[in-house]
């Protein structure tokens, strides 16, 4: 690698948050870390919080965002265990994928399933992650369990969608038009419900759903808190992984008591390595063959240069994409 390179990264301004690209030092992995040649990185609404500063990364993290990218290995650090120079890959960073380098954790590397662009592959590792944590360690879904997935257009969602059918579900989800709707049925969803014109819980009430969805994951929040408690089964889980309608609500929390009902939540990125490590490898073990075999397969919205990082963002605000906005170097 030739040492005098620049890194260009993005730069937040913090007066009026417009991006930038700067220069910099490419950063040198660490013992247990490897240096990315980023080729694509994967843009999420975490990065668009903390580019309002509403999000501020951990004190060891980078400041430059970007959560998750894929290129080839650069470096490797001397605990990288297999990971060789040349290696594709693609990986959940601790910050700095919005760069022409980025280092991540070896324990949060993935290989770059057969057939995957790195476009491709870029849109894995924050959706895999929080899918396997949230639906799987936390919510435990099981083979025949009912499970319903807000934002299902979402990057997580239509991932998500695919996962949780591969593993048994019986998949319902919400999304904000019908063509968004008819896409995600086409992906394994049952049943697919736009927001903009139906009521969820009254169309899954009628489809006697009430009190029979044994896994929710929400990403809105607001007013859908009390919808999920009336429609999840006795013993049901309900994961919140964001609160876009609110963090407040006034909730009946009788069907709580009532149902039994675990009611939790997560972010990803206040987790250890360590625990991010484990479900690296649980993934690995469960979800990666259906990505080798092309029975999961991420959907790419779009695809924009890096000088036009701030249109993508843009794109994601707007809320009208179908899957992953991904930044290509």
């Known amino acids: 690698m030739n040492k005098t390179t620049q890194n260009r990264y993005i730069a937040v301004n913090p007066e009026n948050h417009h991006l930038s690209i700067a220069t910099g030092p490419i950063p040198e992995p660490k013992a247990d870390e490897v240096l990315i040649k980023v080729h694509s990185a994967g843009i999420n609404r975490a990065d668009l919080l903390q580019r309002k500063g509403l999000y501020p990364p951990p004190e060891d993290a980078s400041q430059v965002m970007g959560l998750e990218v894929a290129g080839t290995i650069e470096a490797v650090g001397a605990d990288a265990g297999n990971w060789q120079v040349g290696d594709k890959v693609c990986a959940l960073t601790h910050g700095g994928g919005y760069a022409?380098?980025?280092?991540a954790p070896v324990g949060q590397c993935l290989p770059i399933p057969t057939g995957f662009s790195k476009a491709e592959a870029a849109a894995l590792p924050e959706a895999l992650l929080t899918v396997w944590h949230n639906?799987?360690?936390?919510?435990?879904?099981?083979?025949?369990?009912k499970v319903l997935i807000h934002g299902g257009a979402s990057g997580i969602g239509t991932l998500g969608i695919?996962?949780?059918?591969?593993?048994?579900?019986?998949?319902?989800t919400t999304a904000g038009t019908d063509e968004k709707c008819q896409a995600l049925e086409a992906r394994g969803a049952t049943r697919a419900v736009n927001y903009k014109t139906e009521d969820f819980e009254s169309v899954f009430t009628e489809l006697g759903l009430k009190n029979d969805i044994d896994v929710i994951l929400d990403m809105i929040g607001g007013d859908y808190i009390q919808k999920n408690l009336n429609l999840a089964a006795p013993e049901g889980r309900i994961v919140n992984i964001a609160y876009q309608k609110g963090f407040t609500a006034e909730i009946n929390f009788v069907p709580v008591l009532m149902k039994r009902i675990t009611l939790t939540g997560s972010t990803l990125r206040a987790q250890s390595f360590a625990q991010k490590t484990v479900m690296v490898e649980e993934i690995m073990e469960h979800i990666f063959p259906h990505l080798e075999s092309g029975a999961i397969k991420p959907i790419v919205d779009s695809i924009y240069p890096l000088e036009q990082v701030e249109q993508a963002q843009g794109h994601m605000e707007g809320g009208q994409h179908m899957g992953k906005i991904i930044l290509k170097m």
Request: glycine letters at 12%.
């Open 100 to 103: 022409d380098y980025a280092v």
């Open 135 to 145: 639906i799987f360690q936390r919510a435990k879904m099981k083979d025949g369990d």
């Open 162 to 172: 695919q996962i949780a059918k591969v593993m048994g579900g019986e998949v319902y």
